[in-house]
């Protein structure tokens, strides 16, 4: 069997929540420009200078990137901030720390979703098909679930490489 290179990137959009909190920072950052440009008080001038740096680093923490790159037995997926930071969320052995990769609710999975275990959101919250990967840790033991958006390049190659721990039919 020959060498595996699979590479995907997802961009994540805001969700509803974080879009309100964006409009509602720079709402405060305009009104309290416009207090200090009418007032002149110290106070409005700080509190300007405050909320524009609060929103410009919310903004800018905003824009993040999912890349997920399988390379033989290896799947890692990194997040890219604002374009330019990258860190490594997960590096996962298939064969060794992978238990199932299925859409939610599907058999493979529903025994983690049962348990509660920790929820890694990898996804772009665009309405795509996300699916979830099922791992414990070899190290440590901690069994996690990381909610991913590969596509059907990439589902073919985890099915390729583990069959019974994928639900995809090539």
Request: aromatic share 10%; proline share 3%.
């Amino acid at each position: 069997m020959g060498d595996v290179f699979v590479e995907t990137s997802v961009k994540r959009e805001l969700t509803t929540p974080e879009k309100v909190m964006q409009v509602f920072l720079y709402a405060l950052t305009v009104v309290f420009f416009v207090a200090f440009i009418l007032k002149g008080y110290f106070v409005t001038l700080i509190s300007f200078v405050v909320f524009l740096v609060i929103s410009i680093i919310f903004t800018a923490n905003s824009k993040v990137e999912f890349d997920y790159t399988l390379v033989n037995h290896e799947l890692e997926i990194t997040k890219i901030s604002n374009g330019s930071r990258r860190k490594t969320v997960c590096d996962i052995d298939l064969g060794q720390e992978m238990i199932a990769v299925a859409l939610p609710g599907d058999d493979l999975v529903r025994p983690f979703e049962q348990k509660k275990v920790k929820v890694v959101d990898c996804g772009s919250h665009t309405g795509e098909k996300c699916y979830e990967l099922a791992m414990q840790n070899k190290d440590t033991g901690e069994e996690k679930i990381i909610v991913f958006e590969p596509d059907d390049k990439m589902l073919e190659a985890l099915w390729r490489t583990q069959p019974r721990k994928v639900a995809y039919k090539a």
